[in-house]
């Protein structure tokens, strides 16, 4: 396995990854982010009985008490305030590894942002507004709290339901627990397989957004615009909240909604209204969840000989008919073994994002190499960005490889420009250009990179070879 790798949980506890996800969770992975966040607005239809009313209540528990204490006050830095501020400092657990880090400590809020917070709930408290929600609504006021933070202050508020989900999942799927203490209070949870000293809590995936709506001014406005009755209080409370996007468009939404309760509760019920649904773990249209049954699969089932080059340093040429073996092995599964199916959705209507299907052909190419005692290494930086993939056989047998979807609006100057500035940061001449014909692919694209190639040869260099492969949904044999 490439140190390099995601590891996922299921990896790491050997188990199918569908086993995991039977069980209602996530299969995170250990070692890389997942950038999937909780999302408050989400907890109270979740699918699980038992975590949504314990979530559920403990998140409406916070903040009824900090709205019954900012009631209360009545200066700035009273007994009441000091007491709200409190509860509204966060820090960051890191044991769910989901967001930008997958550390136990990080930046939540702080000292500044908290007071910030609490000033402006106390504007909209004194307004007469006393729901919860409030405070995932300022998050789209107040610089600095983005999908990380909204996703620390949620998983501090329900640890104790996270904690009990995940003793019952564990349960379910066979996986012991130990005793560890998360903010001074024992919960029985796994270890983290590659770090034992720290637990894992695990995610019911119903309440996940790939970004949470308070940090998503696309999902507010589309929200707004798509249903009539809200369009027409938001053009008269509030004014068009989907344009607010700088910060100087954030203070003319915040100054709209903080007119009055009527145009406060507006805003509240758009968010609400925006917060429709979860993140597709199923489909993961963003290639947020690595391919792990995938990756332990391919090898068996479609099996490729590249024995001939392992247990040795590899020339340029060698490394690069591995190279070639690899991309021409998994053009044939995409376009004549099913592996196409990978790169839509369930209803075979829309694609993928590339990050997937970077992913889907990293997966491949590592059971491959794996399967064959080979090297392959991801996501190198030589100092002029990071490149998809690098197969290397020694420090002058390096060949890259760019993997780009047809759709992509710089799919030429990624051939033209991206992978030769990666070739020369990498000091290699061999490269490969793989693209994912998923729709898109104009004669003008055609044309602008097979005239790159072309140039290159007129001028005397070695061209970047492309690949052309069709991942296009395709019928079944009965209906051709």
């Not at 501020?85 to 500044?112: M, P, Q």
């Not at 979860?278 to 000989?305: C, F, M, T, W």
């Not at 940061?425 to 692919?441: F, P």
């Amino acid at each position: 396995m490439s140190e390099d790798e995601p590891i996922t949980l299921s990896m790491a506890w050997g188990i199918a990854q569908d086993v995991i996800t039977r069980a209602g969770a996530i299969d995170v992975t250990l070692n890389c982010d997942t950038n999937l966040f909780i999302d408050p607005l989400l907890l109270s239809e979740a699918s699980n009985k038992d975590f949504r009313e314990c979530a559920s209540t403990a998140y409406e528990g916070r903040f009824n008490q900090l709205i019954e204490l900012l009631a209360a006050s009545k200066s700035v830095d009273d007994a009441a305030w000091r007491a709200a501020k409190k509860k509204i400092s966060f820090h960051e657990i890191g044991y769910t590894h989901l967001g930008y880090s997958s550390g136990t400590s990080g930046s939540g809020f702080g000292d500044k942002l908290a007071g910030n917070l609490i000033s402006t709930a106390k504007e909209v408290v004194s307004l007469g507004v006393d729901n919860p929600n409030l405070f995932v609504a300022l998050a789209l006021f107040e610089d600095g709290v983005g999908a990380d933070r909204i996703s620390d202050m949620t998983t501090n508020i329900i640890v104790a339901c996270l904690a009990r989900f995940t003793a019952s999942a564990c349960s379910d799927i066979g996986v012991a627990t130990e005793k560890f203490k998360i903010g001074g209070v024992f919960y029985d949870l796994p270890p983290n397989p590659i770090k034992r000293s720290e637990p894992i809590l695990l995610v019911p995936k119903d309440v996940v957004r790939d970004l949470p709506v308070a940090s998503d001014w696309n999902s507010v406005g589309s929200a707004a615009r798509e249903t009539e009755d809200l369009r027409e209080r938001v053009n008269a409370h509030i004014g068009e909240i989907w344009k607010a996007k700088t910060r100087k468009d954030k203070e003319e939404v915040r100054k709209n909604a903080m007119r009055s309760k009527a145009s406060f509760e507006t805003f509240l019920e758009v968010i609400r209204n925006a917060a429709d649904e979860s993140y597709d773990v199923k489909n993961d249209h963003r290639g947020e969840i690595y391919p792990a049954d995938l990756r332990r699969g391919i090898s068996r089932a479609q099996p490729l000989d590249l024995h001939k080059y392992s247990n040795r340093k590899l020339s340029l040429d060698e490394v690069d008919e591995v190279v070639v073996a690899i991309i021409s092995q998994f053009k044939d599964l995409v376009e004549n073994r099913g592996l196409w199916k990978e790169f839509w959705d369930d209803r075979q209507e829309n694609p993928r994002l590339e990050k997937a299907m970077q992913r889907i052909f990293y997966a491949v190419a590592l059971s491959y190499c794996e399967a064959n005692d080979l090297d392959i290494s991801p996501e190198s930086d030589g100092g002029a960005g990071p490149v998809d993939f690098k197969v290397s056989g020694g420090a002058r047998s390096k060949v890259l490889l760019e993997l780009k979807r047809s759709t992509n609006p710089k799919l030429v100057d990624g051939y033209t420009k991206q992978l030769e500035a990666y070739r020369a940061s990498e000091g290699t001449t061999r490269a490969h250009y793989v693209v994912i014909d998923v729709g898109g692919l104009t004669p003008a694209k055609m044309k602008g990179l097979s005239d790159a190639r072309s140039d290159l040869i007129k001028a005397g260099l070695e061209p970047s070879e492309f690949v052309i492969i069709d991942g296009g949904v395709q019928k079944s044999a009965s209906k051709r």
